[in-house]
């Protein structure tokens, strides 16, 4: 079955940067589109960047300039690379594709911005 598993989230502070990782298993990778969502306490997971199977990326307002997403097909895995990060940049973090008809989600990494 499909497995999203997200890793490299923790505390930093204001201005600092942080590098997230998802490691995909049971799905052709190379294939999808991949894309880092993020959830704040009390409201609905909001879309942060993608990248599609070809490489080009899209990325939310508020982060363009900051994150960048990447991906290794040869690992299977996708990348965001946050910099200088914001107080509100604070949420747990989620890596989604949409497999076999249904959306994919890991576990979560939670990152945290704080002085």
């Known amino acids: 079955q499909v497995q999203l598993v997200e890793s490299g989230g923790g505390l930093v502070q204001p201005g600092g940067s942080l590098s997230l990782s998802c490691a995909a298993s049971?799905?052709?990778?190379?294939?999808?589109?991949m894309g880092w969502y993020r959830q704040f306490p009390g409201n609905q997971r909001e879309w942060v960047a993608d990248?599609?199977?070809?490489?080009?990326?899209n990325y939310t307002d508020s982060v363009k300039g900051r994150f960048t997403i990447s991906r290794d097909n040869a690992k299977n895995t996708v990348y965001l690379q946050m910099n200088s990060l914001k107080f509100e940049d604070t949420a747990v973090y989620y890596c989604?594709?949409?497999?076999?008809?249904?959306?994919?989600w890991g576990q979560g990494t939670q990152v945290t911005v704080s002085s």
């Open positions: 049971g799905m052709i990778f190379r294939l999808y589109s």
């Open positions: 990248i599609s199977s070809g490489g080009s990326t």
């Open positions: 989604g594709s949409y497999v076999g008809g249904k959306n994919r």
